[in-house]
């Protein structure tokens, strides 16, 4: 979402965003299958085969199918089958990354209590990062910096799994690459092709290890689930296999900074949308019913989620065609039942002489919906910030082979640096946050039971939401202003499907921009 987003696709940025864009497909198009009952026939196999196409893999505990055909009659003939809720092509139908403007076995849970230790703030670059102060991840990890036995699972364009300040926390045996549908472990099938889930992973689990940068959770694992490509494209197909994944391997948590499915809103009264839809519900509950808590970002458009009236952006890889919607039309992960969304904010209030921060100003960029946004968090913010955030955006890890627009160097490796930084923003930078804050509270409150179990995503949900900082929607004659720009210019950035002004609706408690307000760290593991 080059401009505006963090989540069409991927929604970050340099100032990053996302940005559902619709990719054309190659010689053979990957296919949704969605059976009605939830399991697949054990003809499966045999009847793609006769209705043209190559079976891929099965989903048998979500009853969905991933198949590929070049067959203009695939779907017909599938869909013909009694057995068959639906037949999707995915070809054009993902999500893609832009920038607002300018090991064998799993590894999972084991019983009983969680070891944790306390994490130390004193990287060399840990003096830029405003926004875990913000969030006062400092002072929690004086109590904790989170356990090697809970696992964070970060759902995008894969991890940088060579990176300093991430290769000891990654788990390699829990990395997969989910582009075709099927899980190819490894973290080296995993690797970053973009590096936007490089900057994802480092703010949830970077280590405090001397180089760089701290993690909300720095001595948390973290797995790279690639569904996104080298384009940042998120195909259905990615998504479906990257949450089976997360919820096979029992990983406690999931960072979803991206959007997925056809078109940036998708409506259920459209067949191929209902299919794909469906589908990736099932697998997001199939992920939570074992144990996953999803954390995603509310998306780069400033639009609101839960009144949406117009989708002008899809299909973004050709030309967008302009159609009304209603409250029918849903973002997934965002807006799919038990995921903790997440808006974003800047930082434009100063500090005290305590270090404590107040009403930050959800940043101009972020989208938020009072159904939709359960707490909020940094982001950055370019255009509205305090000389205390340098420029407003949030640094993290990324690959030193990829392209950054504010690129910083570790000064501990000045020469030819092994480790890459960069500052981005968007709403790809908030859910981090609440994602690390997720692997915080497992680490202090989940001692496992003898399956395995931890503490369930609701309750881990339900004390994020609880130990936020209440924010209240702000008085608009007090938005910021800048020297010769028009009157009140926050408001000037308006929905860019809607059209509309941002409004903050709600009271003080919960509200449409900040849900329950500002995710906070400390208070979150009762510090």
Not at 236 to 261: H, I
Not at 477 to 504: K, M
Request: with cysteine; aromatic share 6%.
């Amino acid at each position: 979402m080059r401009g505006r987003r963090t989540s069409r696709g991927l929604l970050a940025g340099a100032t990053v965003v996302l940005s559902l864009a619709f990719a054309s497909s190659a010689s053979a198009d990957s296919f949704i299958v969605l059976y009605k009952g939830n399991a697949v026939p054990s003809s499966a196999k045999a009847d793609v085969g006769a209705a043209g196409g190559t079976f891929v893999h099965a989903y048998d505990q979500i009853g969905v199918a991933i198949a590929r055909s070049d067959s203009a009659t695939f779907a017909g003939k599938l869909g013909k089958d009694s057995r068959v809720d639906g037949v999707a092509s995915t070809a054009g139908f993902a999500s893609k990354l832009e920038e607002p403007d300018a090991g064998s076995g799993s590894s999972g849970p084991q019983p009983g209590p969680l070891p944790n230790a306390p994490a130390a703030d004193a990287d060399p670059l840990s003096p830029l990062q405003w926004d875990m102060r913000q969030i006062h991840t400092p002072q929690a990890h004086a109590t904790t910096g989170g356990s090697k036995s809970v696992l964070v699972g970060d759902i995008d364009t894969g991890l940088d799994y060579r990176h300093p300040d991430l290769a000891a926390n990654i788990s390699s045996a829990d990395s997969a690459d989910c582009n075709t549908g099927k899980p190819i472990p490894g973290a080296t099938n995993a690797d970053d092709l973009d590096g936007h889930g490089t900057h994802t992973a480092g703010t949830i689990a970077a280590a405090a290890n001397g180089i760089g940068i701290v993690g909300v959770a720095p001595n948390v694992r973290i797995a790279g689930i690639r569904a996104g490509n080298a384009d940042g494209l998120f195909y259905p197909q990615a998504v479906v296999c990257a949450f089976m994944w997360a919820g096979e391997r029992k990983m406690d948590v999931t960072n979803n900074s991206y959007f997925a499915d056809p078109y940036e809103y998708n409506c259920h009264n459209d067949p191929t949308q209902q299919a794909i839809w469906k589908a990736e519900s099932r697998a997001i509950k199939y992920a939570q019913s074992r144990g996953v808590t999803v954390v995603a970002s509310a998306g780069n458009d400033s639009d609101d989620l839960s009144h949406p009236s117009q989708d002008r952006t899809s299909p973004d890889d050709t030309t967008p065609v302009t159609r009304d919607i209603t409250n029918a039309c849903n973002v997934v992960p965002v807006e799919v039942s038990g995921v903790v969304g997440v808006s974003a904010t800047g930082s434009t209030t100063q500090g005290t002489s305590e270090g404590e921060y107040a009403d930050n100003l959800k940043a101009y960029y972020s989208s938020f919906g009072v159904s939709a946004v359960d707490v909020t968090a940094p982001g950055g913010d370019r255009r509205f910030f305090t000389a205390e955030s340098g420029n407003g955006r949030v640094l993290s890890t990324y690959p030193v082979a990829k392209t950054c627009t504010v690129p910083v160097q570790d000064p501990q490796d000045p020469a030819e640096p092994l480790a890459g930084y960069c500052y981005l923003q968007g709403t790809s930078m908030a859910g981090p946050h609440v994602a690390g804050i997720a692997a915080l509270i497992v680490s202090r409150y989940g001692e496992a039971d003898a399956s395995g179990a931890r503490m369930s995503p609701g309750r881990v949900a339900a004390r994020i939401s609880q130990t936020a900082d209440p924010q209240a929607c702000p008085d608009p004659d007090t938005l910021p202003t800048q020297p010769g720009s028009p009157p009140r210019p926050y408001l000037s950035f308006t929905g860019i499907n809607s059209g509309a002004v941002q409004e903050c609706q709600g009271g003080a408690g919960h509200n449409s921009w900040y849900g329950n307000g500002q995710a906070d760290a400390l208070n979150a593991i009762g510090g």
